[in-house]
Nanobody, 114 residues
Framework: QVQLVESGGGFTQPGGSLRLSCAAS????????MFWVRQAPGKGLECVSR????????VYPDSVKGRFTVSRDNTKNMIYLQMNSLKPEDTAVYYC???????WGQGTQVTVSS
């Protein structure tokens, strides 16, 4: 069955960096668009990155552009989210999800605070 397992969250001060990982299984990963989505306390879902399957093209919202970088390793069925220059407003639970948004990981907490 489809499984998405995130890891790498934690606590950091403003300006710090964290790298999230997501291990995928149970579907043809190399041909699937993947997303990172976050949910801040009391707020709705926000898609913070998308990475295409074939050419690896990436898309980011303005809120994270220039600070976050998504990448994928199709040989390992993994996607990553490198988060730099973190801000308190980046505090959220981060999820990876696949095209169709039909399967989600359990999420990993990222907390940015001084």
């Amino acid at each position: 069955q489809v499984q998405l397992v995130e890891s790498g969250g934690g606590f950091t001060q403003p300006g710090g960096s964290l790298r999230l990982s997501c291990a995928a299984s149970g579907f043809t990963f190399s041909s699937t668009i993947m997303f990172w989505v976050r949910q801040a306390p009391g707020k709705g879902l926000e898609c913070v990155s998308r990475i295409n399957s074939i050419d690896g093209t990436t898309v980011y919202p303005d809120s994270v552009k220039g600070r976050f970088t998504v990448s994928r390793d199709n040989t390992k069925n993994m996607i990553y989210l490198q988060m730099n220059s973190l801000k308190p407003e980046d505090t959220a639970v981060y999820y990876c999800t696949k095209g169709g948004f039909d399967y989600w990981g359990q999420g990993t907490q990222v907390t940015v605070s001084s």
